[in-house]
């Protein structure tokens, strides 16, 4: 099955810096690349997504890259601000057509802005 | 709408009890799914499902049994509690499958004494 390995595990900036957290994935199949944050005593909720027939996808201060041959994509926030400050999963998960039905985590980053 | 709904909130049961935890949804949405989350090891897949009908295991399905008899609703059962099933549980529910916007319950926190 896929595995998802996520780096680094947690993650201190200054507010105002920028924040990378890198993904890679073992099945070349997969397809769909989501990030979700959660904060503090919530649930995760979807930031972005990217889709492998694209390269990067921007909102705002948040950025997605893909690198298919690599099998790595990454999450890139921008202006760090407090609010930032939360546990950021990555996923990964294959086309269903391909009778795979599961989306698999990696282990989370614990992104902390420090003012 | 409600969005996707949990109940407990918080549950302590003793080694070897039973008990179900419910999930519901409401914008009809075919693909549900349970998650486990333990610190250091992100969510992991327990059971799922692509509609009525019909279930699958995940990564971790050993002690839990699921079904889904209806769209809105599916329930997690663990059939005789072990403390390493304390844990984080979340349901969480997409359009079609895995490849869509997963929207999370708000978790139910489950100690096993």
């Known amino acids: 099955g896929e595995n998802v390995e996520q780096h680094p595990s947690t993650l201190s900036v200054q507010e105002g810096d920028s924040a990378v957290i890198k993904c890679t994935y073992s099945?070349?199949?997969?397809?769909?690349f989501p990030w979700y944050k959660q904060e503090l005593g919530k649930r995760p909720q979807l930031i972005i997504d990217?889709?492998?027939?694209?390269g990067e996808k921007k909102d705002q201060r948040i950025a997605v890259t893909l690198n298919k041959t690599a099998k790595h994509f990454s999450l890139h926030i921008t202006e760090t601000q407090p609010e930032d400050s939360a546990v950021y999963f990555c996923?990964?998960?294959?086309?269903?057509?391909?009778?795979?039905?599961?989306?698999?985590f990696g282990t989370g980053t614990r992104l902390t802005i420090i003012p | 709408n409600a969005g996707v709904t949990q109940t407990p909130k918080f549950q302590v049961l003793k080694t070897g009890q039973s008990m179900t935890l419910q999930c519901a949804q409401d914008?009809?949405?075919?693909?549900m799914s349970w998650y486990r989350q333990d610190p250091g090891m992100g969510l992991r897949l327990i059971h799922y499902?692509?509609?009525?009908?019909?279930?699958d295991q995940g990564e971790v399905p050993n002690g839990y049994n699921v079904s889904r008899s209806t769209t809105e609703d599916f329930p997690l059962r663990l059939l005789s509690a072990a403390p390493s099933q304390t844990s984080v549980y979340f349901c969480?529910?997409?359009?079609?499958?895995?490849?869509?916007?997963?929207?999370f319950g708000p978790g139910t926190r489950l100690t096993v004494l």
């Open positions: 099945d070349s199949a997969s397809n769909y």
């Open positions: 969480a529910s997409s359009y079609l499958g895995p490849d869509n916007e997963q929207f």
């Open positions: 499902s692509v509609g009525a009908g019909i279930t």
């Open positions: 996923a990964a998960s294959i086309d269903r057509v391909f009778g795979n039905e599961k989306l698999t």
């Open positions: 914008m009809n949405h075919e693909y």
């Open positions: 990217i889709r492998s027939n694209v």
